[in-house]
């Protein structure tokens, strides 16, 4: 499948039912570009986790955390419309043992990655919600 937003490649994954409920959209699967990190949501269901570093290498190696930081991206896009949900999938990683500031940073950093969104503007709202 490839990204409507720019076409790259895209990854799909479950979404983790601790954040599934926070998300816009209620599908258990989504996709993320591996260019500009679009996330959306898919019909497409799926039980295995990708190998996430093929859209940033910020993501952690374990695949239901990295879904949760996804699915934490989805929201950031509308960040005023759901705060409240993306404070909580944030807390949710971080008692996933991330740190969610970092792993912003560390996707605006990344070289490979093209993020759609101001992820350092995003990262410096969130940074006042949480």
Known sequence: MTC??????????PVPESVRGHLPDDRAS???CTHCLQVAPSD?????????????????????TAA???????LLDRLVL?????????????RRGVDVLLFLDRVAADD??????????????LEQLI
């Open 68 to 74: 949760v930081l996804a699915s934490l991206l989805a």
């Open 112 to 125: 490979s990655a093209d993020p759609e969104l101001d992820v350092t503007r995003r990262r410096t709202q």
């Open 82 to 94: 759901h705060r409240e949900d993306a404070d909580a999938v944030a807390e949710v990683a971080e």
């Open 44 to 64: 497409d269901a799926v039980s295995e986790y990708p190998d996430f570093s093929r859209a940033s290498t910020a993501f952690p190696d374990d695949g239901e």
């Open 4 to 13: 409507p937003n720019c076409g790259s490649p895209t990854l799909s994954f």
């Open 30 to 32: 989504a996709t993320i």
